[in-house]
């Protein structure tokens, strides 16, 4: 049997409910097919569970720092692992019911089932039919697992089941030092795990400004230890896990792995859209429409690896659900791009980064914390912000940071860079004293010195004074 719709959305995590959202503004005649949860990754095993564990471990590793402040007692602090992540389970739970209510009242609209492509404009959807003037693809993604780690079994983890742990054992590896390696392997070391931490790349995070890297990898290492530069390999030894890599190892409970993410793309018959797919299995599509090729055909979120960001899904959901109804798909400008990584200090990639510039054409400005007063005051004082501007027309183009509060220096960043500002107009927007904010200041500064041209004064000191309550 086959029922026709006017849309077909293919997945029910935070891009295809983002497109439901508005599909649902322009017709009654949809149906959202979803294989697996719901609930979106975001909210069940991503961002929201994820930060719920590191709030836990931000509080720890804080009451451990109480008598640098004159506050005595914190020796007597203590975790309980089971505790944690029960809180972490209770509060992920809160954030899922809400988005169930979303699909909940689907009914009808809403089938349970792996939707594969017979041909551009028809589903098969188990033994059902679903023909659909158009079809949005919103599958998401899932970790990525070589084989050597999967034939861990229970003793390898992945962040769809890392939350689902009554308790964590004492020794731990984390496989990938990306942004969810590193944050988690940062938490789980201040909640008094042995964790060692491994990736065949010098670079962590995301970062690729070198200099930059050094200091969070040194900062990161002063809490676990981190092996950098080769691949690592499981050798299974009785009960316990050798990971080596290179001349390095260590003997551990379980293993996280931490590689990055796959799109649910595999066996949805792609190759019956007509167009030729790339070497991952993605198809042509123009990140402005979400549109696959000139077919009626849409994909968004992790499910085209373009920018697998939850931010950036909700985006190409709204994108893809605005355009499945019109005869012609409208352009869309994209967001500044704006990368998080929720260490301690955070780190952050703010529009165009290092590695993507010609440093002959840019003036890098910069800032290391140590000294800045109000990271001093709060026991903060480390890490560094590197600032790209544009050499010919002093434009801010792109930042990099392992910074205190990076979370919050890069939004107002990514502002600076969307507004297409420049260090001199930056400079002339009030700086509160005393915030750390006053160091994206000094960075500024330090670019606009590099400028050169007419001293233009920012209506505050143009120069350091050599005094640290005011600089």
Same mark, same amino acid.
């Given at each position: 049997m086959t029922k026709s719709y006017d849309v077909a959305i293919i997945g029910a995590g935070s891009a295809g409910l983002t497109a439901l959202r508005e599909v649902r503004k322009q017709t009654d005649n949809f149906v959202l097919i979803n294989d697996g949860s719901y609930g979106t990754t975001c909210a069940r095993v991503g961002c929201m569970p994820s930060k719920t564990l590191i709030e836990a471990a931000i509080a720890f590793h804080r009451g451990k720092a109480l008598e640098t402040f004159g506050v005595g007692g914190a020796e007597r602090l203590t975790v309980n692992i089971p505790a944690v992540l029960r809180r972490v389970r209770r509060l992920r739970d809160g954030f899922v019911a809400g988005m169930l209510k979303l699909t909940d009242e689907l009914k009808d609209r809403s089938i349970a089932g792996r939707a594969r492509f017979l041909e551009p404009q028809v589903l098969a959807v188990g033994e059902r039919r679903v023909?659909?003037? %158009? +079809? #949005? #693809?919103?599958?998401? =993604?899932?970790? +990525? &697992?070589? %084989?050597?780690? *999967?034939? !861990?079994?229970?003793?390898m983890l992945t962040s769809d089941d !890392?939350?689902?742990?009554?308790?964590?054992? =004492?020794?731990? *590896? &984390? #496989?990938?030092?990306g942004g969810l390696g590193s944050e988690i392997a940062q938490a789980l070391a201040r909640l008094g795990i042995e964790v060692t931490g491994f990736d065949a790349a010098e670079h962590i995070a995301g970062l690729s400004d070198t200099d930059v890297n050094r200091q969070a990898v040194a900062l990161l290492r002063a809490e676990f230890a981190m092996h950098l530069g080769q691949a690592a390999e499981p050798v299974i030894e009785g009960e316990r896990i050798r990971v080596r890599a290179g001349n390095e190892s260590a003997v551990v409970d379980k293993v996280l792995v931490a590689l990055g993410r796959r799109p649910n793309i595999d066996q949805m018959g792609l190759e019956n859209l007509g167009v030729e797919l790339d070497e991952r299995g993605v198809p042509p599509f123009d990140t402005r429409t979400m549109q696959i090729a000139d077919l009626p055909v849409y994909i968004a979120g992790d499910a085209n690896r373009h920018l697998p960001l939850l931010h950036e899904a909700l985006d190409e959901g709204y994108i893809a659900g605005y355009n499945a109804l019109r005869n012609e798909p409208v352009c869309f400008e994209r967001r500044v791009p704006l990368a998080i990584v929720f260490t301690d200090p955070g780190i952050a990639v703010v529009g165009q980064s290092f590695t993507t510039l010609d440093e002959d054409e840019i003036v890098i400005g910069e800032v290391d914390f140590s000294s800045q007063a109000r990271a001093r005051m709060g026991e903060v004082n480390h890490g560094m912000l590197r600032v790209y501007v544009d050499r010919s027309s002093g434009r801010l183009l792109g930042a990099e940071m392992c910074a205190p509060q990076g979370e919050h220096l890069a939004h107002l960043l990514a502002l600076a860079v969307q507004r297409k500002l420049t260090v001199r107009e930056l400079l002339r927007m009030p700086f509160y004293h005393p915030v750390l904010e006053e160091g994206l200041r000094t960075a500024l500064r330090d670019a606009a010195g590099k400028l050169g041209g007419a001293d233009v004064p920012d209506l505050g000191y143009c120069d350091r004074l050599g005094a640290d309550a005011l600089d």
């Amino acid at each position: 049997m086959t029922k026709s719709y006017d849309v077909a959305i293919i997945g029910a995590g935070s891009a295809g409910l983002t497109a439901l959202r508005e599909v649902r503004k322009q017709t009654d005649n949809f149906v959202l097919i979803n294989d697996g949860s719901y609930g979106t990754t975001c909210a069940r095993v991503g961002c929201m569970p994820s930060k719920t564990l590191i709030e836990a471990a931000i509080a720890f590793h804080r009451g451990k720092a109480l008598e640098t402040f004159g506050v005595g007692g914190a020796e007597r602090l203590t975790v309980n692992i089971p505790a944690v992540l029960r809180r972490v389970r209770r509060l992920r739970d809160g954030f899922v019911a809400g988005m169930l209510k979303l699909t909940d009242e689907l009914k009808d609209r809403s089938i349970a089932g792996r939707a594969r492509f017979l041909e551009p404009q028809v589903l098969a959807v188990g033994e059902r039919r679903v023909h659909a003037g %158009k +079809i #949005i #693809i919103a599958t998401g =993604s899932r970790p +990525i &697992v070589p %084989k050597e780690w *999967a034939a !861990l079994g229970t003793r390898m983890l992945t962040s769809d089941d !890392l939350f689902e742990q009554e308790t964590l054992p =004492s020794h731990m *590896a &984390v #496989i990938g030092m990306g942004g969810l390696g590193s944050e988690i392997a940062q938490a789980l070391a201040r909640l008094g795990i042995e964790v060692t931490g491994f990736d065949a790349a010098e670079h962590i995070a995301g970062l690729s400004d070198t200099d930059v890297n050094r200091q969070a990898v040194a900062l990161l290492r002063a809490e676990f230890a981190m092996h950098l530069g080769q691949a690592a390999e499981p050798v299974i030894e009785g009960e316990r896990i050798r990971v080596r890599a290179g001349n390095e190892s260590a003997v551990v409970d379980k293993v996280l792995v931490a590689l990055g993410r796959r799109p649910n793309i595999d066996q949805m018959g792609l190759e019956n859209l007509g167009v030729e797919l790339d070497e991952r299995g993605v198809p042509p599509f123009d990140t402005r429409t979400m549109q696959i090729a000139d077919l009626p055909v849409y994909i968004a979120g992790d499910a085209n690896r373009h920018l697998p960001l939850l931010h950036e899904a909700l985006d190409e959901g709204y994108i893809a659900g605005y355009n499945a109804l019109r005869n012609e798909p409208v352009c869309f400008e994209r967001r500044v791009p704006l990368a998080i990584v929720f260490t301690d200090p955070g780190i952050a990639v703010v529009g165009q980064s290092f590695t993507t510039l010609d440093e002959d054409e840019i003036v890098i400005g910069e800032v290391d914390f140590s000294s800045q007063a109000r990271a001093r005051m709060g026991e903060v004082n480390h890490g560094m912000l590197r600032v790209y501007v544009d050499r010919s027309s002093g434009r801010l183009l792109g930042a990099e940071m392992c910074a205190p509060q990076g979370e919050h220096l890069a939004h107002l960043l990514a502002l600076a860079v969307q507004r297409k500002l420049t260090v001199r107009e930056l400079l002339r927007m009030p700086f509160y004293h005393p915030v750390l904010e006053e160091g994206l200041r000094t960075a500024l500064r330090d670019a606009a010195g590099k400028l050169g041209g007419a001293d233009v004064p920012d209506l505050g000191y143009c120069d350091r004074l050599g005094a640290d309550a005011l600089d």
